[in-house]
């Protein structure tokens, strides 16, 4: 695994590093995930369906997979990002799970990807399944908080769109009150908002 730190600082050692293949993983993932809770909770509606996609795919859940599989012993840093603690960040683990994912997709295809991370997944998911209530969306959490400390309007803003129309990139930032509390990005604009909102959520310290 390659962190973008590590190909800036040593550019004649690797061909590149691993952001592109985060997008693509990215996608699929939603895919896989989306397509297992569909098939294991036959009756859920779309709402809940959503929420436990997120709880499942946000950055903390995917860091802690990353964990699991020992990714975090697997990334090259740079130096800066090393002794910064890089490897313990939970944006840089979850990146690399989806770098992996993304990789996996393109060697072997979205089936046999399917096929080995579902069992890698499984177990999170069924815990997200069987919970009696569906968790709640980091942009739900944030609005509550929001709304409990009377802190200001609530504000999502599209900054940025990049790439063809049919792999676009979506960068939003969430504003409380007139402040800048997180950005996200993903493959669509409700992904973005979500990670902005999880983003936001750890900048105030409002309980995960």
Do not use: C
């Not at 997120?54 to 740079?78: F, P, Q, T």
């Not at 090393?82 to 313990?88: D, F, K, L, P, V």
Request: charged share 25%.
């Amino acid at each position: 695994m390659t962190h973008s730190s590590y190909a800036n600082e040593n550019p004649s050692r690797v061909a590149g590093h691993n952001e592109r293949l985060e997008f693509l993983g990215d996608a699929v993932l939603g895919v896989i995930v989306s397509d297992y809770l569909f098939r294991s909770l036959p009756d859920q509606d779309e709402g809940g369906l959503t929420a436990r996609r997120a709880a499942l795919v946000n950055r903390d859940s995917l860091a802690e997979l990353a964990r699991d599989i020992a990714l975090d012993r697997a990334i090259l840093l740079g130096r800066g990002e090393s002794e910064g603690g890089g490897a313990t960040r939970p944006s840089l683990l979850a990146g690399a799970f989806e770098a992996v994912v993304g990789a996996l997709y393109l060697s072997d295809g979205l089936e046999e990807t399917a096929r080995v991370m579902t069992p890698i997944l499984r177990e999170r998911a069924e815990e997200i399944a069987a919970s009696a209530e569906a968790p709640k969306s980091a942009k739900s959490r944030l609005q509550e908080w929001t709304q409990r400390g009377h802190h200001g309007k609530l504000v999502y803003e599209l900054r940025a769109v990049s790439g063809p129309a049919h792999e676009q990139a979506f960068t939003v930032a969430v504003l409380v009150g007139g402040r800048e509390l997180g950005t996200g990005e993903g493959t669509s604009r409700q992904r973005a908002e979500e990670q902005a909102a999880s983003a936001a959520l750890s900048a105030v310290e409002v309980d995960r």
